[in-house]
């Protein structure tokens, strides 16, 4: 069983729909990351949380240690929001990740 | 600031030939990563410097060498290339100091497409 495992792998949807992608993991944490990665192979990290909720724009995402969760949600999606999204925990020193297989999000116009 | 560049962006080569990926980042990072990522895997830590004058072996280490060179620098080596590892190859920094629990953003560069035929 993967340490990381996301949820859809796959998402088509609607510009202007709500989007939920989410995350469960089996590692403890001190803190997770969710990247997303252009169709050009670029990556970016969007957030780094370890409890709660963080939101920078139309990006929302959540995080609940207890239950080894988290989700990342997109409001009033758009054509530039399609991309490879991924979950990426952070357990044990030295910063090391361990990465999700990615969600591939498509939003069509 | 540049942030983390990689070179060269493409690369093929031969199996057997050697050849090296550059990354450096300007950020004044304390910790460098190189990660490999391939279709269905997701991205796999290769090797990782902590700090300068320190590597340590990540998730998928071998047939791979690595040299912090100085602060700014991590670069990673194939000596004999095989087909596995025909990848995308990843460079990442973020400024954690080892000593410490701060947690940090890691920063990634646009990756190196190396094709080994």
């Known amino acids: 069983k993967n340490e990381v495992e996301q949820s859809p792998q796959n998402l088509t949807a609607q510009e202007g729909e709500f989007i939920t992608i989410n995350c469960s993991y089996s590692?403890?944490?001190?803190?997770l990351h969710w990247l997303q990665q252009h169709p050009g192979g670029g990556i970016v990290s969007l957030f780094m949380l370890s409890s709660g909720k963080k939101k920078h724009g139309r990006l929302i995402a959540t995080i609940n240690i207890q239950e080894k969760h988290s989700s990342l949600h997109i409001t009033a999606s758009h054509p530039r929001d399609s991309a490879v999204y991924i979950c990426a925990p952070r357990g044990g020193g030295a910063q090391k990740l361990v990465f999700g297989q990615g969600t591939r999000l498509t939003i069509n116009p | 600031n540049a942030g983390v560049t990689q070179t060269p962006k493409f690369q093929v080569l031969k199996t057997g030939q050697s050849m090296t990926l550059q990354c450096a980042q300007d950020m004044n990072h304390n910790s460098m990563y190189w990660y490999r990522q391939d279709p269905g895997m997701g991205l796999r830590l290769i090797y990782y410097s902590a700090s300068e004058g320190t590597t340590d072996k990540g998730e998928v280490p071998n047939g791979y060498n690595v040299s912090r060179l100085n602060k700014r620098e991590f670069s990673l080596r194939l000596e004999s290339a095989a087909p596995s590892q025909t990848s995308v190859y990843f460079c990442?920094?973020?400024?954690?100091?080892?000593?410490?629990?701060?947690?940090?953003?890691?920063?990634f560069g646009p990756g190196t497409r190396l094709l080994v035929l």
């Open positions: 990442a920094s973020s400024e954690a100091v080892p000593s410490t629990t701060r947690r940090e953003t890691q920063y």
């Open positions: 590692v403890g944490i001190s803190a």
